[in-house]
């Protein structure tokens, strides 16, 4: 594992955490408003992109560190 590695993965979270955040607050002012189904499924679904990069950079790190590691 290196650096660039590490830096995608921290950089995935940090996007992940900003996607949760603006949601978060996007609904939490929207209370008072209704929110169609479309947009609600649109925002979900940007959601589940965020974590599915998130994710594939948690196997690839996992992935390397397994090739990295000795055999016995």
């Not at 609904?27 to 479309?38: D, F, L, N, P």
Request: charged share 25%.
């Amino acid at each position: 594992m290196n650096d660039h590695d590490l830096g995608d993965l921290m950089k995935a979270a940090a996007e992940r955490q900003l996607a949760v955040t603006a949601l978060q607050k996007k609904y939490a002012q929207s209370e008072s408003t209704s929110i169609s189904t479309e947009r609600l499924l649109l925002d979900m679904r940007a959601l589940l992109a965020t974590e599915r990069v998130v994710l594939d950079a948690i196997i690839t790190l996992f992935v390397k560190l397994g090739q990295d590691t000795p055999a016995e």
